[in-house]
């Protein structure tokens, strides 16, 4: 039966009552299960580096049998095939006493390279019996050392003159080239036992074994500073070898490594770490223990390509003419062929990627296809989407050229616009393209590009009649990742705002988090931490967010300050070399210290902060001497806001006062930080920092007497509030009026890219859902609903949804935190030592129910509530083996921050409500 609370009672819980009550002992001793076991955050991941691997799993019962805590765990690590130590212990931890259900061995393991291990664990659980070690999973490592490499990189012509690091402003035109194919083969009797393969082709890469493709729906490798760091990819290739011979065999495009400028074709900036090639290490092993390597070296050959023209702007173009017949299995290479040329390396130190790639994570089937006056066709998915198409046609002859056209929007004669897609002032084709010109071969083709990807949700065909497109899709591109968190609602209208939001976040779900999945696909790093709720409430990021790590850290320069773009691909400099307000700004440079601390606060793992906490000391150093008597004045502010002139930087927030307040929130979290490594001085430093630059905010914008700071903005109120800037004798002053503001605008949005962010936060934190939701309810402009309105399928680049703006924009995705966080009512914070799952729904007047529920590191996690008959009903889900605090909508001003909670062990929980309590809870702070 649901626990019934009245007024009273739910006053003594959560003022002091007796957790006990919550906590119902289970009944006999359930059998406890591990399950998500993973290995540096995957699933039996194929190729890491790391000699102190991080394991990591979660429990279940399988059944709802109340409290269960793990008190002990022992991991055992056995050895496979390559290892030189089949079937024997290669590490034991022993019996650990911890309720964590992660460890990392304490010193470096033993770990050859190319070679396959298991792990087993076994757990004891508080009152309950030790489970038998199980199985949990097993890992192949990569290539654990730079000396473990012999292959030598390859290329189809010597290296010749490098364009060099872009600026933006430098537009040189030049004939595109094109693409090479690569192959070796080698020949061996005898058949394996396993194959491990470590690659990396840049700028992206398809290769095949036998003519059987190995990433054929892929985007390979992870994108990078290519000089700094550089990310292959592993496969176990046992399955693909056979006896006799072995033709390897590779495709490469040009992607962010090789970015060129060609007539007629879009590109953002121009700039090169050199021409594409190939790094590629095979590692067999036999049933009688010989092993054998084969690597790229100067016995491969190479030739020109179909692909004539490949951008990770532009699109790409394919002659199918030029593809040599069977080049990727047949026993001597075609007469096209000729030696490879060796090439230096990029620069950068080889890593094993940590991520899963870029992949066909959806297709799009039977777009709706209408002719154009003068012979187009105009293909409508009705999704604006990031991906690229995949036609198949009864025929195309020889020389015959089908050219499609992606866009977002239409223009006003029915054919595609893709001024959004490029920043064109003038609407019509800007140089975005796929082209595929026939071979006259017999029988049907089918074709897609294979190393770009862009956004759209129209695509205009030419060279191609209707009756001869057999299938036509779309192919939708994102990370492979775990999805996390699930939103449904009762109110439709949230519902979209939540999908909006999803689709532009997965459009620009690479590997980095770009901003537009067309115009730039740059990594802007604002985002990385105002939109991390975002991110991480709807797929797992815990890799990507320490990649991105490497990103700013690769990208930071000498001096400390870290770029707005991480990799910076293009350097927005002036032409006397001098940096823009686009390449340094402080809302976008301290991602380095807020990224990384948002990504501990919702998966829990140190490492993260630790691999960056000199690069943020570094950071931190460089804002604080940019101060000018103490305020930081420099940047673009918050960008995008609503005020009287066109969107771009801030106009109703001085820069003055978010770059300052900015620099507190750096020195804050860094106090944080170095309290949670064990740096005690560090954190007391920081915390002394952090006061004066406090004191100093309050002393030059707070108006004390109204509560007013800086311009009474949105942004400058919310950041107050947000941050601890406010004083608490001032935050009701300080609310109110940010509420008055908010209001007086008959609830829009004012607060740009940077303010949005403090503004959601503060409303959750202060019981302002009432207000929030009546802002997501809006229709017309600015507002979400406004963009839905005109027709919007991903969230857009400026809350009017302007035509001249990006259609599908990441940025302004803030309300994700309040939809999942706040209504839903699943935060996660591992600052909470004891329990990182805070369950507090914020129920409104207008939302019948909700149902959120989350894939946590820690388990699966739900939280529903419905209003009926007077009352509300609340089911609360905590993970085998976690604890959970419950914050009932019990209070006017039920702030997150409070202490006033109740503890939840893990099982299902139900509760009842009184309607009258919780409609307290809408705010009448004014």
Request: charged share 20%; glycine share 10%.
């Amino acid at each position: 039966m649901p626990s019934r609370i009245t007024r009273r009672q739910a006053g003594k819980i959560l003022v002091g009552g007796s957790a006990a009550l919550l906590l119902p002992a289970a009944n006999g001793r359930p059998s406890v299960m591990a399950r998500d076991c993973k290995v540096e955050w995957r699933v039996n991941p194929v190729g890491i580096d790391s000699d102190r691997p991080r394991f990591r799993w979660c429990l279940d019962t399988g059944q709802d049998a109340g409290p269960v805590r793990q008190k002990a765990f022992r991991i055992r690590m056995i050895g496979d095939v390559g290892s030189g130590q089949a079937d024997q212990i290669v590490s034991d931890s022993g019996w650990v006493r911890s309720s964590e259900c992660r460890w990392r061995p304490a010193s470096a393991l033993p770990l050859r390279s190319h070679s396959r291990y298991g792990w087993e664990l076994a757990i004891r659980v508080e009152h309950g019996a030790e489970t038998p070690s199980v199985q949990a999973g097993h890992f192949v490592t990569g290539l654990m050392q730079p000396m473990h490499w012999n292959a030598r990189w390859i290329g189809a012509e010597p290296e010749g003159n490098i364009l060099g690091k872009a600026v933006e402003w430098r537009r040189p035109i030049q004939d595109s080239d094109r693409m090479p194919l690569l192959r070796g083969q080698f020949e061996e009797a005898a058949p394996v036992q396993a194959a491990f393969l470590s690659v990396i082709g840049l700028g992206q890469y398809t290769l095949a074994i036998n003519g059987q493709g190995l990433n054929d729906d892929q985007l390979r490798p992870a994108w990078s500073h290519y000089a700094d760091s550089l990310y292959y990819d592993t496969f176990d290739v046992s399955n693909f070898l056979r006896p006799g011979l072995t033709v390897i065999s590779a495709m490469l495009g040009d992607g962010f490594f090789n970015v060129e400028g060609v007539k007629d074709r879009y590109t953002k900036f121009m700039g090169s770490y050199g021409r594409p090639r190939l790094l590629l290490q095979l590692r067999m092993i036999f049933a009688d223990g010989r092993e054998r390597l084969f690597c790229t070296d100067d016995s491969w050959s190479c030739a020109a390509g179909p692909v004539i023209f490949s951008s990770i702007y532009g699109g790409e173009d394919h002659d199918a003419r030029l593809e040599p017949l069977g080049w990727r299995e047949t026993a001597i290479p075609p007469a096209a062929f000729h030696p490879v040329s060796l090439l230096p390396p990029p620069g950068g130190r080889l890593f094993a990627s940590p991520l899963p790639p870029m992949a066909v994570m959806g297709r799009l089937e039977n777009p709706k296809i209408t002719a154009l006056p003068g012979g187009a066709l105009l293909a409508d998915f009705g999704l604006n989407f990031a991906g690229r198409p995949h036609v198949m046609l009864d025929r195309l002859g020889a020389g015959e050229k089908l050219v499609m056209k992606p866009a977002e929007l239409l223009g006003v004669d029915g054919h595609i616009d893709q001024a959004s897609a490029t920043g064109a002032s003038e609407p019509g084709y800007k140089g975005i393209a796929f082209a595929y010109t026939g071979s006259g071969t017999a029988g049907a083709l089918e074709w897609t590009p294979r190393f770009t990807y862009t956004g759209f949700r129209y695509l205009e065909m030419e060279g191609v009649e209707r009756k001869n497109i057999r299938a036509l899709r779309g192919d939708v591109l994102h990370l492979a990742a775990e999805r996390s968190g699930r939103f449904a609602c009762s109110d439709e209208g949230l519902v979209h705002i939540h999908q909006l939001i999803e689709q532009a976040f997965l459009s620009n779900f690479a590997s980095v988090l770009t901003d537009c999945p067309h115009r730039e696909k740059l990594g802007w790093l604002e985002q990385v931490y105002l939109n991390a709720p975002t991110a991480f409430f709807n797929r797992d990021c815990a890799a990507l967010y320490e990649k991105i790590g490497r990103d700013m850290r690769d990208a930071q320069r000498d001096n400390g300050m870290v770029p707005s773009v991480a990799p910076e691909f293009v350097e927005f400099v002036r032409r006397d070399g001098s940096d823009t307000d686009f390449r340094d700004s402080p809302e976008w440079g301290c991602a380095i210290v807020l990224a990384p601390w948002a990504a501990y606060r919702f998966y829990g793992d140190t490492m993260v902060l630790a691999e960056n906490f000199d690069a943020m000391q570094r950071y931190a150093a460089y804002l604080e001497g940019r101060a000018v008597d103490g305020l930081v004045d420099f940047g673009l502010g918050d960008w995008f806001d609503i005020g009287p002139s066109k969107p771009g930087k801030a106009q109703l927030t001085t820069r003055a006062f978010t770059g300052t307040a900015t620099l507190f929130a750096v020195l804050a979290t860094m106090a944080r930080i170095g309290a949670l490594l064990d740096r005690p001085a560090d954190a007391a430093l920081y915390r002394r920092k952090a006061a004066a630059v406090k004191d100093r905010i309050n002393a030059q914008f707070l108006d004390p007497a109204r509560g007013i700071y800086d311009r009474g903005s949105q942004t400058a109120q919310a950041m107050a509030l947000a941050l601890g800037i406010a004083e608490p004798r001032q935050q009701h002053k300080v609310l109110a009026r940010l509420i008055e503001d908010i209001k007086q605008r008959n609830y829009h949005v004012s607060a740009g890219d940077v303010g949005f962010y403090y503004l959601v936060e503060a409303l959750t934190q202060t019981g302002g859902a009432d207000i929030l939701y009546a802002m997501l309810k809006k229709t017309d402009a600015p507002s979400y609903g406004a963009q839905i309105a005109q027709g919007a399928t991903a969230l857009t680049e400026a809350w009017d949804a302007a035509r001249h703006a990006s259609q599908n924009h990441f940025m302004l995705g803030h309300a994700e935190a309040w939809l999942f966080g706040g209504l839903g009512g699943i935060r996660m914070d591992f600052t909470r030592k004891d329990a990182p799952i805070l369950i507090a729904p914020q129920p409104v007047v207008g939302v019948e129910w909700t149902d959120v529920s989350l894939t946590s590191v820690l388990g699966d996690v739900r939280c529903a509530w419905r209003q009926a008959d007077g009352e509300i009903s609340i089911e609360a889900s905590v993970p085998t083996g976690a604890q959970a605090d419950l914050i009932l909508p019990t209070s006017p001003s039920t702030h997150l921050a409070s202490s006033r909670s109740m503890r939840l062990g893990s099982g299902r929980h139900h509760f009842t409500v009184p309607l009258a309590i919780a409609s307290a809870n809408a705010s009448n702070l004014t």
